[in-house]
């Protein structure tokens, strides 16, 4: 088994986690003041008292500030792959399949009410991240630790409140989330690549997520070290193919369609092999495109 050399840096950040709220009570004041509903989640789950709409509102501002900084950083990683030694096009199809699903996530926070805190970050190593392999894939380590506990703290919460369905969302994105960061363990040779039994519940709510991503350098730009969010196209050629083999983009998609009666006597499909991996070109030092 390889030795894992991202562990010691995964794991300081996640002990090294804090509460820190005031950023989100500022954000969520903000949203009360101009009055917004999420009038759209209104057609996935039950409904609601008024009282549950704030916590449910601010638990989708932070996933959809949360997913501006994913699809941040995955962009600039598509953008500064030969940097970073992506020689292999399996690899790179990896990387735009999560700036996609990251994207669809963001959509559809944006579209049930959740706003942004921010759309301009930093990253802890800066310009390093997109030029280092083991840099970025450490990075994106951390990043869908904090995401994957995010989650799991929603369905909590979401399940507190009464909102069994959008818990289920929750739990929805946050196995997307996983299979990111088991990804990226395979991008960088770590084996297993999915080493966890049990997705860790590091976070106690997801209000603690903005000032966690805050102490560990994702949310203090400088002149030198600042990435602004901008939309995924998914029309643009270098991601349409991979759009187009993504599966279940909307939550309601196959929902309770796996029954005993509709797989009798079905097959399982084969899936897809993987090619080979070839050495890795060697990475270079070198500014990230922003």
């Not at 009360?32 to 601010?58: C, E, F, H, M, Y």
């Not at 926070?109 to 310009?127: E, I, K, R, V």
């Not at 000032?211 to 030198?224: E, F, K, N």
Request: charged share 20%.
């Amino acid at each position: 088994m390889a030795h894992d050399p991202l562990a010691a840096a995964t794991a300081d950040l996640l002990t090294s986690f804090r509460s820190r709220r005031t950023f989100l009570k500022a954000a969520a004041a903000g949203v009360a003041a101009t009055g917004l509903a999420a009038t759209a989640v209104d057609t996935l789950a039950a409904p609601r008292k008024s009282d549950n709409q704030d916590a449910i509102v601010a638990i989708l501002t932070v996933a959809r500030t949360a997913e501006q900084l994913a699809v941040t950083f995955y962009s600039n990683g598509i953008c500064n792959a030969d940097l970073l030694g992506f020689g292999e096009e399996h690899d790179l199809d990896q990387l735009k399949a999560a700036l996609i699903e990251e994207q669809i996530h963001l959509n559809f926070f944006a579209a049930n009410g959740g706003q942004s805190l921010a759309d301009t970050f930093s990253f802890p190593a800066g310009s390093d991240t997109f030029a280092d392999l083991q840099t970025f894939i450490a990075t994106q380590q951390q990043l869908e630790g904090v995401f994957d506990s995010a989650f799991l703290a929603a369905i909590k919460e979401f399940a507190d409140l009464g909102e069994s369905r959008l818990a289920q969302i929750a739990g929805q994105i946050a196995c997307i989330e996983s299979e990111h960061r088991a990804l990226g363990r395979d991008i960088a040779d770590l084996e297993p690549a999915d080493n966890w039994a049990f997705a860790p519940a590091l976070i106690a709510t997801v209000a603690d997520a903005p000032g966690i991503v805050a102490a560990a350098g994702y949310l203090s730009p400088t002149d030198d070290n600042s990435y602004q969010y901008q939309e995924t196209d998914f029309t643009d050629p270098s991601l349409a193919p991979i759009y187009a083999r993504i599966m279940f983009r909307t939550p309601d998609e196959g929902l309770g369609s796996l029954t005993a009666k509709a797989t009798q006597g079905k097959r399982i499909a084969r899936p897809a092999t993987k090619p080979a991996k070839q050495p890795r070109k060697p990475t270079a030092a070198g500014k990230p495109k922003k």
